[in-house]
């Protein structure tokens, strides 16, 4: 295989884990698919609350249109199709009225609204933990292990910054490089903007681990689901060089302050960060 030089020696294993409920977040993941314009933190809050069980009025299953309205998303006027991945054109069949911006690119949704969102649409059913880090591969191993370890569902929401993830679309080759051998050299990121992306698994081999991420276009990866080096993704979501990200992590009530303790030994702070983009209010 392209990219991978065969091991001398037995037999070496990869391990799987999936997070409670991811096969609960995929299947909506590929309903939802693609996310409207301007709201990857809106599409990713709520496949979160449909992966955690919570139903709109009338049993209906939550939508992005739920999570932008109360997370105060802002859209912007005009289509911006050329800062969509190659393949994508965008969507813009709101179900709702949502605020708009005229400046585009400041739209999109704040990691505080989407905290919000989750507590009030959920009815406080789900709490919304934002971890604003430091963000290493020892941190994001840590805070992975802490939620995989729960018996509910829940769920990870990066907010990153994609120039500096690997290309969605990395061969088998340069995947088992990574695991096996430690290789870095997969393909250069698809695009670069500040994203919003769920963390649903992760792969770990003798020498590296990759992460699943959910991602919201389905010209990304497999139908909109990629592989990311632990260290391209710890990077992502420090985000030095851009605005602030981090990881909300989305959990059941009966949860949260497992998961606060447990985030506060891995000496990860739990704060809001600046996105870049304004509150709803704000940009009025």
Do not use: K
Not at 88 to 116: C, F, K, M, N, W
Not at 271 to 277: K, R
């Amino acid at each position: 295989m392209e990219g991978f030089s065969r091991p001398t020696g037995g037999a070496r294993t990869i391990d799987v884990t999936l997070l409670p409920g991811a096969d609960a977040l995929l299947l909506a993941h590929a309903r939802e698919l693609p996310q409207r314009d301007d709201l990857c933190g809106a599409f990713c809050g709520a496949l979160a609350l449909v992966a955690a069980g919570v139903r709109g009025r009338e049993g209906r299953e939550i939508d992005q249109d739920d999570v932008a309205l109360a997370a105060g998303s802002l859209v912007s006027s005009e289509p911006q199709p050329e800062i969509l991945p190659a393949g994508e054109h965008g969507r813009r069949d709101y179900r709702l009225d949502l605020p708009r911006i005229d400046d585009g690119a400041r739209s999109g949704t704040t990691a505080q609204g989407v905290v919000a969102a989750i507590g009030s649409v959920s009815d406080g059913a789900a709490e919304a933990i934002p971890l604003a880090g430091p963000w290493t591969v020892g941190t994001l191993a840590g805070a992975f292990a802490l939620v995989a370890a729960l018996e509910r569902p829940a769920a990870l929401l990066a907010n990153l910054h994609t120039r500096y993830l690997w290309g969605s679309h990395a061969s088998l080759g340069e995947l088992l490089g990574h695991l096996l051998e430690g290789a870095d050299d997969g393909p250069p990121p698809d695009w670069e903007v500040g994203h919003f992306v769920c963390v649903v698994g992760r792969a770990t081999g003798p020498a590296g681990a990759l992460y699943a991420l959910a991602d919201t276009y389905r010209a990304l990866g497999a139908d909109g689901v990629h592989m990311q080096p632990a260290a391209r993704l710890a990077a992502a979501l420090e985000r030095r060089e851009d605005p602030a990200g981090g990881v909300i992590a989305v959990v059941l009530r009966e949860d949260a302050e497992h998961v606060r303790a447990g985030a506060r030994e891995l000496g990860l702070r739990e704060a809001l960060w600046d996105n870049g983009t304004p509150a709803a209010e704000r940009a009025a």
